[in-house]
């Protein structure tokens, strides 16, 4: 598969991201607040924007990434890493899930335990998403020998 053509759930999910999900906020400070005081200071009066952007990251970032991060791992040259890839992915997209609902919770009741339970899940994500990007773009700027029958 064209490697640029693996980018393109992600271009897709991140338009979607930017159009509907108000991209200038800052949602990584909001995701790593911990607790209801300094979520709520991040917030500060838009709400409603956070949490479009928590719904538009759950329907059309999260699928996006994690489509183009299996897709690029078909074009891995091994087959564990293939495999590693599509876990780390798979994996991440569900901490990114469950980050989003609590964080969507804690927009609602205002409870500590919610925001600290978003932080527990977006440190996850994030520590699952390192690798898998690495092993993305390892995919995404491999070298691949063409078969002289296609061309």
């Known amino acids: 598969m064209s490697r640029w053509l693996c980018c393109l759930p992600l271009l897709v ?4 991201y930017a159009l509907v999900g108000h ?3 800052p949602i990584v400070a909001f995701e790593l607040a911990g607790d209801a005081a300094t979520a709520a200071e991040v917030v500060g009066e838009r709400t409603g924007d956070f949490r ?11 699928p996006g990434y994690l489509v183009t991060l299996c897709l690029l ?3 891995l040259p091994r087959r564990w890493a293939a495999a590693l890839l599509v876990v780390l992915a798979v994996a991440a997209a569900g901490c990114d899930a469950m980050e989003n609902r609590h964080l969507l919770t804690g927009l609602d009741d205002g ?3 919610s925001f600290a339970a978003g932080r527990a899940w977006a440190l996850a994500k994030f520590a699952l998403l ?3 990007l690495a092993l993305g773009l390892w995919g995404l700027f491999r070298r691949t020998e063409r078969d002289p029958s296609t061309s």
């Open 13 to 16: 999910g991140g338009l979607v």
């Open 23 to 25: 991209p200038t906020l």
């Open 52 to 62: 479009a952007a928590l719904w538009s990251d759950w329907l059309a970032f999260i």
């Open 73 to 75: 791992a078909t074009r």
């Open 111 to 113: 409870a500590d335990a």
């Open 130 to 132: 390192a690798p898998a």
